[in-house]
Nanobody, 120 residues
Framework: VQLQASGGGLVQAGGSLRLSCAAS????????MGWFRQSPGKEREFVAA????????YYADSVKGRFTISRDNAKNTVYLQMNSLKPEDTAVYYC??????????????WGQGTQVTVSS
């Protein structure tokens, strides 16, 4: 599967952004999907993940209550709605896919990343 993330940009603290990740292939609904992020000088970190049906979701503690992951299997797309953004959310955000729902960075498929910058 190929993944194309979009929706990043520059936003002020307290603002919102919605990231999208479009997947190619006819088996999108078979995959668990995740979002990770990496900022300069830091390790890549887990943000959120959803099962193939969207019925199970996981969030990092740092984004819980502010970010929401969702998916539309008819559109082969997973979303990350980010509200109440903070400067520490600044990072390149990557979408991921695998047959297994994971909170580690062992996902098999990775998109190219989209930059999110939150100004204070």
């Amino acid at each position: 599967v190929q993944l194309q993330a979009s929706g990043g940009g520059l936003v002020q603290a307290g603002g919102s952004l919605r990231l999208s990740c479009a997947a190619s292939g006819r088996t999108f609904s078979s995959y668990a999907m995740g979002w990770f992020r990496q900022s300069p000088g830091k390790e890549r970190e887990f943000v959120a993940a959803t099962s193939w049906s969207g019925g199970t979701t996981y969030y990092a503690d740092s984004v819980k209550g502010r970010f929401t992951i969702s998916r539309d299997n008819a559109k082969n797309t997973v979303y990350l709605q980010m509200n109440s953004l903070k400067p520490e959310d600044t990072a390149v955000y990557y979408c991921t896919a695998d047959y297994v729902l994971l909170r580690s960075d062992e996902y098999h498929y990775w998109g190219q990343g989209t930059q999110v910058t939150v100004s204070s």
